[in-house]
């Protein structure tokens, strides 16, 4: 069975522009890539799971999301890295879904589908609510901390990261056992 690495995408993989509706704002947080391709060499699926409640909110449609979805997958496969799936939730609190993390519904429809073993797979975000989603998932949990969100605690002991690292390479490199780089 393949691991897989459960990425946040805005604040992760992409700088959060706050509810982007168009491919222009997509801009890849340094390291991505590079941690992307670490990832990837060590046998992990890349399955992006994202909240995007702007298309509840009406900011955004689902099909520009889909496009912001397909930029992110151009800028990085023009370095060499790719994502094999994304799963977003269009939904905001009120609506009450399963897959608005901190729920662990878009990790669990991802594990159903692509049958990803549970055993040696991370989920990845830079706010609490990712790292509690993992948790609930029974996945490890890595908190990126170089991003607007870096100064959210979390409410409880579920949005406390096995590990924070300050980018996705740093992440990377303590998923795959190799050289940790630990955030100050
Ligand atoms: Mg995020
Ligand atoms: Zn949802």
Redesign the pocket.
Known sequence: MTRAAFLDRDGTIMADVGYPSDPRQVHLVPNAIEGLKLLREHGYALVVVSNQSGIARGMLTLQDAQRVNDEVQRLLTQGGAHVDAFYL???RDR?G????KP?P?LIEQAIREHGYAREGSVAIGDRPRDIEAGRAARVKTVRILGGPYAGEGSNNEAGIADYDAVDLLAAAHWITGGVQRAAS
């Open positions: 939730c269009p939904h609506d879904c399963d897959c608005r729920k519904g």
